[in-house]
């Protein structure tokens, strides 16, 4: 019964170093979403993504981030040149349709720490 | 441009007692809306939904009621328990929209 799947759970970087945040969408699930989370906000939308295309992207940061959802393998959340404003959870979430009334599976998240 | 807020960031409740938590929308075209449980160092599950098309939902210990024409709901939690200590999400989507947009979120806290 594998959920979604992130790793890692906990990644520290320095300024000006790249991120990688990795998730596998449960099992049938073909839609990938990104969220944000600072402390002591809600979800922050990034990005939605099927197999190979970037549907919405209208919640990235218009620099530094980017995110691709390749034929085989995991979701990839990438940012580069990390600033210290860019420590968050990052969580990732699936849903095996786009469509009414669907609602989404989340992962542990991956908390990133830029020092 | 929050669109989904909560603005109580906590509530504390006895054990046995009505936990009620609340969650008002600004845009009209939300039309599915949802509640997510966080427990610290964990994703969000989730919890209990409702379609636009009614005004009442419920699942067990938890009602979600929907006031469409005051763009509120609540999550009513009957009777509370110490397990359902967490921060509790409200979410809402359109059927035209890719993003499901979240509120920051109500600690809840279910004292014995």
């Known amino acids: 019964n594998a959920g979604v799947m992130q790793n890692p759970r906990h990644l520290v970087r320095r300024r000006g170093q790249e991120a990688r945040l990795r998730c596998s969408p449960m099992k049938g699930h073909s839609h990938v979403y990104w969220y944000r989370q600072l402390p002591e906000e809600g979800l922050k939308f990034m990005v939605y993504?099927?197999?190979?295309?970037?549907?919405?992207e209208s919640g990235m940061p218009k620099e530094r981030f980017s995110a691709e959802f390749p034929k085989e393998g995991p979701s990839i959340l990438r940012i580069q040149q990390v600033v210290r404003g860019d420590s968050a959870a990052y969580f990732c979430a699936s849903s095996r349709n786009k469509g009414e009334n669907e609602k989404l599976f989340f992962g542990s998240g991956t908390q990133l720490s830029v020092l | 441009d929050q669109q989904v807020k909560q603005n109580s960031p906590s509530l504390s409740v006895q054990e046995g007692r009505i936990s009620i938590l609340n969650c008002d929308y600004t845009n009209s075209m939300f039309d599915y809306f949802l509640w997510y449980k966080k427990y610290p160092a964990e994703g969000p599950t989730f919890l209990i939904s409702?379609?636009?098309?009614?005004d009442k939902n419920e699942d067990g210990r938890f009602t979600v009621f929907l006031n469409k024409s005051a763009k509120h709901l609540s999550l009513h939690i009957v009777p509370s328990q110490p397990g359902d200590s967490a921060v509790y999400f409200c979410a809402a989507s359109a059927y035209n929209n890719n993003d499901m947009r979240f509120g920051a979120g109500t600690r809840l806290t279910v004292k014995p």
């Open positions: 993504l099927q197999k190979e295309n970037i549907i919405d």
């Open positions: 409702i379609s636009s098309i009614k």
